[in-house]
């Protein structure tokens, strides 16, 4: 899968809510980092899922710019109250999401 449908697919599971596909979109050795909280595996990232889960909402996708393993995305997180800007970049390998890179206004949750 290329860069860009795995980061489409990924906003698309995380805005469900569907922890369970997030998981086959990503990898083993997962790194993330944000504002929030950062993570250095699949397991861990997945954990604080389960522990506090996304909000069912609808998004949309502003721009996303692709090359052979890596696409920028900037989307809308139409979440209940004022839409939230986020910009991710997403790295991958072999069919599968290794890096997330996520920066928004963390100001705007409070």
Do not use: N
Not at 11 to 17: P, Q, S, T
Not at 47 to 66: G, H
Not at 81 to 87: E, H
């Amino acid at each position: 899968m290329k860069p860009r449908a795995l980061a489409e697919a990924y906003i698309d599971a995380f805005c469900a809510g569907d922890i369970k596909r997030l998981a086959t979109l990503l990898a083993p050795d997962l790194r993330f980092a944000g504002p929030l909280r950062q993570f250095d595996s699949r397991a861990a990232y997945l954990e604080s899922l389960q522990d506090d889960p996304p909000v069912t909402c609808a998004y949309r996708v502003m721009s996303a710019v692709e090359d052979d393993d890596a696409v920028a995305v900037f989307w809308e997180y139409r979440k209940p109250g004022a839409p939230l800007v986020i910009a991710q970049l997403f790295k991958t390998r072999d069919s599968a999401i290794h890096d997330i890179v996520i920066v928004f206004d963390s100001a705007s949750l409070t």
